[in-house]
């Protein structure tokens, strides 16, 4: 089996490993902050939904980096460029 690729997807493991234990850890923070809210006002003001907005946001953002859901800046994209960039650089060095 290629190094490269085993320890690519050995990364990929602990990166999806990560996320959802954020994922987790956030439903358990939320659960936590709504037992709050509800037990000192009963949810007349239900400020825990700030939290719930704020994790909703980050894990969006951290869901989009790991599952390459971006179509204009992903790892194909960035691997993309590099050869071209490579390319480019190597018809300048044709031409000297």
Request: no cysteine; aromatic share 22%; charged share 30%.
């Amino acid at each position: 089996m290629d190094n490269t690729k085993y320890n690519k997807a050995k990364e990929r493991v602990v990166e999806l490993k990560e996320f959802y234990g954020k994922v987790f850890s956030a439903l358990g923070t939320i659960v936590i902050v709504a037992a709050i809210n509800y037990y000192f006002n009963e949810w007349r003001y239900p400020w825990f939904l700030w939290v719930v907005f704020a994790f909703a946001i980050s894990l969006f953002l951290k869901a989009i980096k790991i599952f390459n859901f971006n179509p204009f800046f992903g790892r194909d994209w960035e691997e993309r460029k590099l050869r071209e960039f490579i390319q480019q650089e190597e018809n300048e060095q044709r031409w000297k």
